[in-house]
Each structure stands twice: as structure tokens, then as C-alpha cells.
């Protein structure tokens, strides 16, 4: 089930966002600690939902400041009211059973008994869950905050122990995943604001992400978890494009977001979970190698690796950043205006690369993928990098040369790729290279596929360039991460509809105008 949390501060507002969660919810929360004068009477005479009346005093988190008598008070009231459930603290739930006048009441409220922790998730949460077992209340609620995704396990495990129906989750952004999958967990109960801005506690998702981008209604315990592993991923759109690739070509799978600090105990942690793949960012590309059981060749000779796929609980390293660069590459000098079907990518034509001079800014995971790719062509490859001892050991590794960004060379390059990020989103008008150094004829490829016309694509297109945008290496990164998954390849203007879709909503103006101009 669902809840979502009313946290308006005066009647009226309550009652219409009430009102409005009703649409969605399966339970509202009203916290009246969030009120001055909370009517109780009023507020559940118009409910529609079944409702949790809850009194958080400030010691837990909550808004209360008033006495303990005033704040329990509130809670025997909505008990007499016939509330369909109240939720009383750990420390508090004594004092409310003890009077013999609510005993008869609150047989048609159920109890809900909650501990609250803002620090942590402590190791001692059995132990926690054990006391409040013997509260005597009907439900028990265990709320932490996660300092690790790590902590997301320890809740995972106490509702393999518990016999009681349990609310559980983690709080904070490392915990964001255990609120979406509630259900996998065994949760009694998720909450999601109402809106962006409405939230009743940290990490909270909005109901609007938890049912359009998570689908949280059609999830279960079958449901298969792939997700990607990286920090930061906050600003990830992997969510939107796969979580819709899974509903759209039917497959009970959901896919969310790890921030991860240390990858080994991630990866050995989350095999309880029995992960089925995931992705792999920034800083893990590299480092994630040594917690797998094989490494395909090209990832390998790469030495980085961007997806994973669990396959009879032995997990598998891929590489799709190079191959999705090379395609991307290979249609704009091939001609191509727009991104092809995978049926049409698979037939491109790859010796065009052959004996093309080309110069890459950045020596990082991207640039390192990008440079085997090429290498593997039979182009010749110039690194550059700012770090030009990161630079030396890429291209000793490929087998190319390097050099510093001030070594560029206009007229001995046909193609540029920037593999820094550059001009990436907010810094929207930095640029990895002038303008004058551009030269008609030349491909320029950007990396970055936010904003989808960096300003390096929109010079270059200027002076007359092949231009290559990162959205098309993505779309197809994506796509062939997708089909390592589940065997089925999704169509790549499918994922870039969505990318472009996601794109638009956080973006700058001036993207939206390429959109439009791409239309
Ligand atoms: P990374 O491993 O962190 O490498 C970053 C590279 O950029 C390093 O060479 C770094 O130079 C350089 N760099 C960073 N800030 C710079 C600055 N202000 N000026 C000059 N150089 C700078 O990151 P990555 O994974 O390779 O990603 C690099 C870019 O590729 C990002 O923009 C990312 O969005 C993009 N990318 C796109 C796709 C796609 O599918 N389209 C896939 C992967 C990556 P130093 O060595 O000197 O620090």
C-alpha cells in the first residue's frame, strides 16, 4: 500500500490535499503535528482513505513542541474518533494503552508502534523490532536513516526475521531504494509526498515518481531489480528509459538508482537482493572489475566495464560505451542524419574509421572506451588531456599518442570527440575547444548528451562539421545493456523519445529549441 503524508499547516489546506492524495493513495497520513489547531473531527469526517493520524513530537523527528499530555491527548482523541490508525512512539505507547477508557475504542483503531532514527541505521534493529513486538500494538514501524547503501540490507534482512506486519525503510538518499521497493522488501507500507516540496521526511520520492517512472503498483516479490551503481546518480535519466523499456515490452523488472561509496561490499551485500544487472558510472567503472566472476575480452582490453549481468549468480562484465560510440560514429561520417533502427546499425558500414586521424579530449572511462574502439578501426588516435601523465598511460595502454589539450592540431584531424565533461549541464557555455579550430568537413562528437546540443556540437554545426551528439552513444549503450539483460534489443528511438522527454523537463531553454529544431 500506499501512503501519503499530509503536511499542510491549516485546515483548509489539509483537507484539499486530502483531497487531492485520495486519487492516489491507498492510506493518507495526516500529521497534525504540522497544524496549530488541528480539527480532528473535520479532518477524518472527510476522508475518503483510511487514515493514520500521527503526532510526531520534535524528539523524533516531528513538528510537536506542547507537552507529552497535550501531544497524547491528540492521539486518544483520534482514537475515540475512530481513526483507522494511530501511530505513537516507541517511548509513548505505555501511557496511551494504560487508559482502560480508550481499551474499548481502540479496538477499532489499530496501533501503530514507530521508532524513528535520523543518524543511522543501527546494527541492533532485531533487537529494536523484538521490544516493539511486545508493545501490544498491531503494527510495527522501524524508520533509519541510511549512512550507506549498505544499511538498505540490514532492513532487508530484519523483515526476513519479522512475524509482525512491518513498516521499514531507510531514510536519506541512500536509502531512496528501499521505499521503492516496498513490496520486494515486504513492507506493510511506502510513503511518497504528494508533490516535489511536500515531503514528511528525507529521501521521501513523490507519488508522481513512484507510480509513472517506478510503477510501484506492479511490482512484487517476483519482480526482478536492475539499477545503475555509481555517485553521483542523482541526476541519472538510466530510471526513465529502462523502468519504461520494462513496461513497454512487458517484463516484470524494475530499475533504480545505488548510490555507492565502496563497491565491493555493495556488490557482495546486494546478492541477497539477487540483483539481476546493472550499470555501471562514474567512479566505479574500473574498480568494479575486481568483485566479478568474468570479464568478456573487449571489456578486458578496455580495462573498464559498464554493465553487469547476473547470470545463475555468476556475475558478467560488459563493455557497451565502445561499441555505442563506434556506431554513433560510424553513421554521421557514413552520412546519417538521424539514429537508425538497430537493424540498420548492425549492417553500418565499420571501415569508415580506417586510417581517419582522430583526436580525443579527456583520458578518462569514456575517452579510454573510445580509444580502443578506435584503435580497434584502424584510426589513428591522439589523445589529449589537461593530467597529460593520465594521458601518457592511456595512450601506452592503446597504443596511441598523447598530449596536452594546448597540442591540438586543427588541420591534421578529421574527427574531434570530446570525452571531458565540458560544457556538460549547468556549465552550458563552457566549451573544450575555440571556435576558430573548427574547420569544415571535420566530424565533432560530444560525449555529453546534457544538454543534447552542447555548445562545442553548436559551433561546430556553425562551421560547417559533421556533428554528434552524446544522446546517440547513450541510446545505444543503453540499448545493448538492455539486450544483455533480457535478450530482447529495444528500439533506439524509443529510448531516445524518452531520453529527450527526461531531457526536456530539466533542462535550459535553448534545448528545447534543438529539440524542436530536430523535429
Ligand atoms: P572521467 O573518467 O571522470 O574522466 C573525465 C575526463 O575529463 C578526464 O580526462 C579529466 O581530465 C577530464 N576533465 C574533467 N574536467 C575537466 C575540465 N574542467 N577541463 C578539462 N578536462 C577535464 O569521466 P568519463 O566517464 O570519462 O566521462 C567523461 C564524459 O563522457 C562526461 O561528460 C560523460 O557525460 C561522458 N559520457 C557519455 C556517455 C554517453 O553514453 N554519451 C558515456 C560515458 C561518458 P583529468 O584527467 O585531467 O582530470
Sequence with gaps: MICIPIVANNLDDAV?????????????????????????????????????VTNRPVREGGKFEGSEDDRLSLLKLAIKLQADYVDVEHDSIQRLREDAALSAAAGKTKLIVSYHNFQETPANVTEIYQKLSNSGADI??????????????????????????????????????????YKKFGSYVTFASLQKGKESAPGQVSIHELLNVYRVKS??????????IGNPVSHSIGPYIHNALFMELGFNAVYVSFKV????????????????????????????????????????????????????????????????????????????????????????????????????????????????????????????????????????????????????????????????????????DATPIDRDKLKP?????????????TRLLREARGQGCTVVGGLQMFARQAAEQFQLWTGRMPSLESIEIIACERLANIQSRSDKHFLARKS
Excluded at 549498505?150 to 519479522?162: G, K, S
Excluded at 511490482?219 to 545503475?228: C, M, N, P, S
Excluded at 555493495?266 to 574498480?287: C, M, N, Q, W
Excluded at 572506451?369 to 589513428?380: C, D, N, V
Aim: aromatic share 8%.
Design 140 to 181: 510495527i514501524k522501524i524508520i533509519t536513516f541510511a549512512t550507506t547503501i549498505v544499511d538498505n540490507i540490514t532492513i532487508y534482512r530484519l523483515f526476513q526475521q519479522a512475524k509482525m506486519p512491518l513498516i521499514s525503510f531507510c531514510m536519506g538518499e541512500y536509502g531512496i531504494i528501499s521505499r521503492i521497493l
Design 16 to 52: 484539499k490535499d486530502m483531497t487531492e492524495a485520495s486519487r492516489f493513495a491507498d492510506i493518507i497520513e495526516l500529521r497534525i503535528d504540522y497544524m496549530k489547531h488541528p480539527d480532528l473531527k473535520i479532518l477524518l469526517e472527510r476522508r475518503t482513505k483510511p487514515v493514520i
Design 261 to 428: 561509496d565502496r563497491v565491493a561490499d555493495f556488490i557482495k551485500e546486494f546478492k541477497a537482493l539477487d540483483t539481476r544487472g546493472y550499470s555501471v558510472t562514474i567512479p566505479h567503472k574500473e574498480s568494479v572489475m575486481s568483485c566479478l566472476d568474468v570479464i568478456d575480452p573487449v571489456s578486458k582490453s578496455i580495462g573498464a566495464v559498464n554493465t553487469i549481468v547476473n547470470r545463475d549468480g555468476r556475475l558478467m562484465g560488459y563493455n557497451t560505451d565502445c561499441e555505442a560510440a563506434m556506431k554513433a560514429l560510424e553513421c554521421a561520417i557514413e552520412g546519417a542524419s538521424h539514429v537508425p533502427s538497430p537493424s540498420k546499425t548492425a549492417t553500418t558500414n565499420n571501415t569508415f574509421l580506417k586510417g581517419k586521424t582522430v583526436t580525443i579530449l579527456g583520458a578518462g572511462g569514456a575517452a579510454r572506451a573510445i580509444a580502443f574502439g578506435l584503435k580497434h578501426r584502424g584510426a589513428t588516435v591522439t589523445i589529449l588531456n589537461r593530467n597529460y601523465e593520465r594521458a601518457q598511460l592511456l595512450a601506452g595502454d592503446v597504443g596511441c599518442l598523447a598530449g596536452r589539450p594546448e597540442d591540438f592540431q586543427a588541420g591534421r584531424t578529421d574527427v574531434i570527440i570530446n570525452a571531458t565533461p565540458v560544457g556538460m549541464f549547468p556549465a552550458v
Design 219 to 228: 511490482l512484487d516479490k517476483q519482480t526482478a531489480i536492475y539499477g545503475l
Design 441 to 453: 568537413g571535420m566530424v565533432v562528437f560530444d560525449t555529453i548528451y546534457n544538454p543534447l546540443e
